[in-house]
Nanobody, 121 residues
Framework: QVQLVESGGGLVQPGGSLRLSCAVS????????MGWYFQAPGKQREMVAA???????HYADSVRGRFTISRDNAKNTFYLQMSSLKLEDTAVYYC???????????????WGQGTQVTVSS
């Protein structure tokens, strides 16, 4: 059974930095696409950043140049480095991945439980 476990959220001042981690465990054959989403109170969940298996990445306009998505294949973990944080970055952040596991020939989408990031002075 595949699980995604996030860590690294917390309280940070405007202009500060945080790094979120998403550890993938279980019978993972391949992680095809990985991404980070955020959901502010009363708003829909939105994509923040995505990283494909070919190394190409995509970012929301609001975070481009400030956030970086990366992965460590050896640890089956991917990250979101957030810098120059703004008040409007406050949200619950979720990691997600499209994963092919050993129990199914087809990829499935998996989500982490979410971690709170609060930017406040």
């Amino acid at each position: 059974q595949v699980q995604l476990v996030e860590s690294g959220g917390g309280l940070v001042q405007p202009g500060g930095s945080l790094r979120l981690s998403c550890a993938v465990s279980g019978s993972v054959r391949s992680i095809d696409v990985m991404g980070w989403y955020f959901q502010a109170p009363g708003k829909q969940r939105e994509m923040v950043a995505a990283l494909n298996s070919d190394g190409s990445s995509h970012y929301a306009d609001s975070v481009r140049g400030r956030f970086t998505i990366s992965r460590d294949n050896a640890k089956n973990t991917f990250y979101l480095q957030m810098s120059s944080l703004k008040l409007e970055d406050t949200a619950v952040y979720y990691c997600a991945a499209e994963i092919t596991d050993y129990d199914s020939p087809w990829p499935n989408n998996y989500w982490g439980q979410g971690t709170q990031v609060t930017v406040s002075s």
